[in-house]
């Protein structure tokens, strides 16, 4: 759990240097600031995304658990936490940039392969390297959202801790499952996500990015399916 903590710390650094220029900037100013995370989130989520080798997977994950997401209204979720979160303890921060800076940072924080692989080694082997390493580019990353979008990126931290860690625990017995064509596929998704994420920030849509996160589930399930009907096969029944 060590590597945990230390990540969700550089979040909050990073968040906590980031929110110097966030306090300081003007609105004409802050522009910039949204566009540079923008960008930055495309690179990131394309290079993700280009992992990906099952198209078809990836466009029904995408779309079936969009669907799935809206029926279940996971992003409206998020929000309502994110203001409960900002009632709480950031009482004077905008609340339209709180939810949506904690629900931006904590998908982008999430969904990489780095936080699964780097989970798994931390819980199996004593491992921390990964995970020190995505601390880093989280911290690096947390100054640049924070500054576009305040305090609710450092809240992030939050899940991080709890998904990452859970992730740690749980990793004696989730590891055996995880192959290296799934987590191709899991990055491919999440880079997916993390396009939306670039969009949204350069205003170029309002994608509700968080009601797609079933298709990270459906990935899973797709590419296990898969994998068991090789077995069949390959065994004749």
Not at 187 to 193: D, I, K, P, V, Y
Not at 216 to 222: A, W, Y
């Amino acid at each position: 759990m060590i590597a945990t903590v230390v990540n969700a710390l550089a979040v909050i650094a990073g968040s906590l240097l980031g929110l110097l220029l966030h306090g300081r900037i003007k609105d004409s100013f802050k522009t910039v600031v949204y566009t540079g995370a923008g960008i930055t989130s495309l690179v990131i989520g394309i290079q993700m995304a280009m992992s990906s080798q099952k198209i078809v997977f990836l466009a029904l994950s995408l779309i079936l658990g969009g669907l799935l997401g809206t029926w279940w209204k996971i992003e409206d979720g998020i929000l309502s936490l994110g203001e409960t979160l900002k009632r709480l303890f950031a009482r004077g921060d905008g609340g339209k940039d709180f939810a949506f800076g904690f629900l931006n940072a904590s998908v982008l924080f999430c969904v990489g392969a780095m936080a699964l692989v780097g989970s798994f080694r931390a819980g199996t082997e004593g491992n921390y390297d990964l995970i020190f390493t995505k601390s880093v580019m989280d911290g690096f990353m947390s100054v640049v959202f924070s500054a576009a979008m305040g305090i609710g990126v450092a809240f992030s931290a939050l899940s991080v801790l709890v998904y990452q860690g859970l992730l740690t625990l749980a990793s004696g017995w989730l590891k055996p499952l995880v192959s290296a064509e799934l987590l191709r596929e899991l990055t491919g998704a999440g880079g997916a996500l993390v396009i939306m994420i670039g969009i949204n920030l350069l205003g170029l849509a309002k994608l509700k990015t968080a009601n797609f996160l079933p298709a990270l589930l459906l990935i899973v399930l797709f590419v296990a399916g898969e994998g068991l009907a090789a077995s069949r096969h390959w065994l004749g029944m």
